[in-house]
């Protein structure tokens, strides 16, 4: 693993807290986590003015004034919406809140601030009536992503209020295809970063076991995997998959079957030679791939990088705090 260039993922990272890339402001808490994140996996958290950070993703959260606003509960996505607080428009989304609450946890913060009750109870009212939910109040999209974001909300804040877990996972049996992968929702084929998200969401439900026939999905999984991964049947390597595959065969105890040569000699081909990785080899890298890609390689047990625990998507150093159902393969694949 001695050509995979760390110092320069490390500068990578570093690089982006001075500022992020245009188009990735929409999404600035989620854009935040994947730095946070990655430079936790890279062991260079001391470089961050932590306090600093835990005081700007608190300033993010929208704690709902009146009632009709109670679904507004949660983390917006960017400080944008903050010169209307209080009004209908500005709301928090899951995949912010999630977020927000995964660097809380990188951090070191105590959740002292956080309104749960309001949290979750907002939480609640994007449940739709087959048990999944939409990523914000006006939201029209209601799928397996947000069901991870709710289940892992929950999980680090120890509490799931009224949120129904029985029709979330009969949800994710139901939107299981005939070769036992899993996709957005019923009757739609399986992806590789969907099942990620359904197999991480029964492990933090501990519903784990209500999956059938697990030793197949093992098997689709691995058949994922050429020189890179994939995450359909058909389509090209790409360096996320590493991630969505990689983690769902560690929740699954079937992590020790990857070919490490492999793996790695595709994120030698996706590596920039100044940091980060691309989604395809000989294209320039993005933050998304860069994270994801490196949290593969510690998957795949790289000395300098620190161990993820795949249920939350983050190190197991800070997952620690939280973990309440134990996961024996949650180190790295020579574990």
């Given amino acids: 693993m001695e050509e995979i260039n760390i110092p320069s993922h490390v500068d990578f990272f570093k690089a982006l807290l001075r500022g992020l890339p245009e188009g990735a402001h929409s999404s600035y808490m989620t854009s935040l986590f994947f730095i946070v994140s ?14 600093e950070i835990i005081d700007w993703i608190y300033k993010q959260q929208i704690i709902p004034k009146i009632e009709p606003n109670y679904a507004s509960a949660g983390f917006r996505a960017n400080p944008a919406t903050s010169s209307i607080e209080g009004s209908y428009w500005d709301y928090g989304n899951l995949a912010s809140t999630y ?20 949290l ?21 999209e209601a799928d397996m992503r947000f069901i ?14 009224e949120i129904n877990q029985e029709k979330i996972v009969d949800f994710i049996l139901k939107s299981q295809s005939y070769d036992k992968s899993i996709g957005l929702y019923p009757g739609i084929e ?14 933090l439900l501990n519903k784990i076991d209500a999956l059938p026939e697990k ?13 890179g991964f994939h995450g359909r049947i058909g389509k090209a390597p790409d360096s996320c998959y590493g991630y969505w595959i990689g983690l769902s065969l560690q929740i699954l105890g079937g992590i020790s079957f990857i070919d490490i ?22 294209i320039e890298p993005d933050l998304v791939h860069s994270y994801l890609g490196l949290c593969s390689i510690a998957i795949m047990g790289h000395p300098q990088l620190s ?9 197991v150093r800070s997952a620690l705090r939280v973990i309440k159902n134990p996961l024996s393969q949650y180190t790295t694949i020579n574990s």
């Fill in 148 to 161: 991870f974001c709710v289940c892992a909300i929950c999980y680090i804040l120890d509490y799931w209020g």
């Fill in 190 to 203: 399986g992806h590789g970063g969907l099942t990620y998200c359904a197999l991480s969401s029964l492990f």
């Fill in 261 to 282: 040569n492999d793996n790695i000699q595709f994120y030698q081909e996706t590596q920039f030679f100044k940091g980060g990785f691309s989604k395809y080899p000989c």
């Fill in 215 to 227: 030793e197949f999905l093992i098997e689709w999984l691995l058949m994922r995997q050429g020189i």
């Fill in 38 to 51: 990655g430079l936790d996996v890279l062991n260079e958290l001391d470089c961050l003015n932590k306090q």
């Fill in 99 to 118: 977020s927000a609450l995964g660097m809380l946890l990188i951090l070191g913060d105590d959740f002292s601030r956080i309104d749960k009750v309001n």
């Fill in 120 to 140: 979750i109870g907002g939480i609640k009212l994007l449940q739709q009536e087959a048990g999944n939910f939409t990523s914000h109040k006006d939201g029209l």
């Fill in 307 to 315: 161990p993820i625990y795949g249920p939350l998507g983050i190190t």
